[in-house]
């Protein structure tokens, strides 16, 4: 089994800064993609930003300049270092990584999800 724990979610003020940290255990075999999820009330889940093995990462338009997504292969963790912080960040963040088990089959987990809530 493959369990991710995130946390650093919570409350920041508008301009301020969060950073997000998800660490995957259990039965990882090896993580091919980990990434960072959103979803704001009456919204649809959308892709923040992801990051392969090697470090390529993508992001979102609207976080771009923002939003640095990182990982520490060692710790099987990644992080989401967000600043600038806009209302328009706040919802559920969800972390999600992709890879494959010792016997090649591919999978996908995700988070729980944390909270993060952008207000003055």
């Known amino acids: 089994q493959v369990q991710l724990v995130e946390s650093g979610g919570g409350l920041v003020q508008p301009g301020g800064s969060l950073r997000l940290s998800c660490a995957a255990s259990g039965s990882i075999g090896n993580i091919y993609v980990m990434g960072w999820y959103r979803q704001a009330p009456g919204k649809q889940r959308e892709l923040v930003a992801d990051?392969?093995?090697?470090?390529?990462?993508n992001y979102a338009d609207s976080v771009k300049g923002r939003f640095t997504i990182s990982r520490d292969n060692a710790k099987n963790t990644v992080y989401l270092q967000m600043n600038s912080l806009k209302s328009e960040d706040t919802a559920v963040y969800y972390c999600?990584?992709?890879?494959?088990?010792?016997?090649?089959?591919?999978?996908?987990?995700w988070g729980s999800g944390t909270q993060v809530t952008v207000s003055s």
């Open positions: 990051i392969t093995k090697g470090g390529s990462a």
């Open positions: 999600r990584i992709q890879g494959n088990q010792r016997a090649g089959v591919r999978y996908e987990s």
